[in-house]
T-cell receptor
Framework: DAKTTQPPSMDCAEGRAANLPCNHSTISGNEYVYWYRQIHSQGPQYIIHGLKNNETNEMASLIITEDRKSSTLILPHATLRDTAVYYC????????????FGKGITLSVRP | GAVVSQHPSWVICKSGTSVKIECRSLDFQATTMFWYRQFPKQSLMLMATSNEGSKATYEQGVEKDKFLINHASLTLSTLTVTSAHPEDSSFYIC??????????FGSGTQLSVL
């Protein structure tokens, strides 16, 4: 079973920041928070992951609360091509750690 | 970034035939690969974990004789859907993990069984 809960959908205006929330209240101490997104009929695309510190890369920022029970993915300047299903997943680190997907959140970016 | 190649992108087959899907890690070695399936408007469901040089580990409810997995090298895992039936029609996706804790996914294979 997925260990995360996300709202089913949200939308934002093009050019604005998109803040996608995720709850993972049962996360274990050694589990990471991963974010992936999936555009229709394609494989999921890695966005970012983190353990407890906030992370930033060229795609997004990941803000993890101090108690690690929730996190927020931030797309700083959403574009129409960011319209996708975004999955927040918790899982162990390392090559043998399987990730269980929940239902994700559908982000719609409007012009 | 790391690339996982999956082939074919789509396949149509007759009921009762077998279909093989390949998953390759192009620029890294993957001792472990994962196979998922996805039905329309649903999330990805993990089917099995493919281990190089050993037997795959299947998730509960997934028939190992139906979905044969072979991970013969550090860069290649194959999933064979044996005696395919229309209910096996689905989007199949593989993934492989790098040593840097990231899991990368293939582009998926849409299987349609007539």
């Amino acid at each position: 079973d997925a260990k995360t809960t996300q709202p089913p959908s949200m939308d934002c205006a093009e050019g604005r920041a998109a803040n996608l929330p995720c709850n993972h209240s049962t996360i274990s101490g050694n589990e990471y928070v991963y974010w992936y997104r999936q555009i229709h009929s394609q494989g999921p695309q890695y966005i970012i992951h983190g353990l407890k510190n906030n992370e930033t890369n060229e795609m997004a920022s990941l803000i993890i609360t101090e108690d690690r029970k929730s996190s927020t993915l931030i797309l700083p300047h959403a574009t129409l091509r960011d319209t996708a299903v975004y999955y927040c997943i918790v899982g162990g680190a390392g090559a043998n750690s399987k990730l269980t997907f929940g239902k994700g959140i559908t982000l719609s970016v409007r012009p | 970034g790391a690339v996982v190649s999956q082939h074919p992108s789509w396949v149509i087959c007759k009921s009762g035939t077998s279909v093989k899907i390949e998953c390759r890690s192009l620029d890294f070695q993957a001792t472990t690969m994962f196979w998922y399936r996805q039905f329309p408007k649903q999330s990805l469901m993990l089917m099995a974990t493919s281990n190089e040089g050993s037997k795959a580990t299947y998730e509960q409810g997934v028939e190992k004789d139906k979905f044969l997995i072979n991970h013969a090298s550090l860069t290649l895992s194959t999933l064979t859907v044996t005696s395919a039936h229309p209910e096996d029609s689905s989007f199949y996706i593989c993934s492989a993990a790098t040593a840097a804790e990231k899991l990368f996914f293939g582009s998926g294979t849409q299987l349609s069984v007539l």
